[in-house]
């Protein structure tokens, strides 16, 4: 089941099932930071407002804007 990236909660798992058409714009950007289909991620942190997300992946720290963030087609695991 999809869901999107905000609905998580700090320390819920994920993973990256694919990139939605409409953000065409990030997907290159997105794939050049490790965010290829099939990687597992944990979220570590959400700024006050909810924008932007930190999460941990591949043994680092990645920080996404919302825009980014809604590119991405994820499942909770």
Known sequence: MLID???????DLAKIVGFDKAGKAYRKRLL???LTPGTEFSVTRFAPMG??????????SLTLR??????LQIEKL
């Open 5 to 11: 990236l905000k609905k998580l909660a700090v320390g």
């Open 32 to 34: 050049a930071m490790g």
């Open 51 to 60: 924008d932007p997300v930190e999460i941990r992946l591949r043994g680092f």
């Open 66 to 71: 919302k825009d980014e963030a809604a590119v």
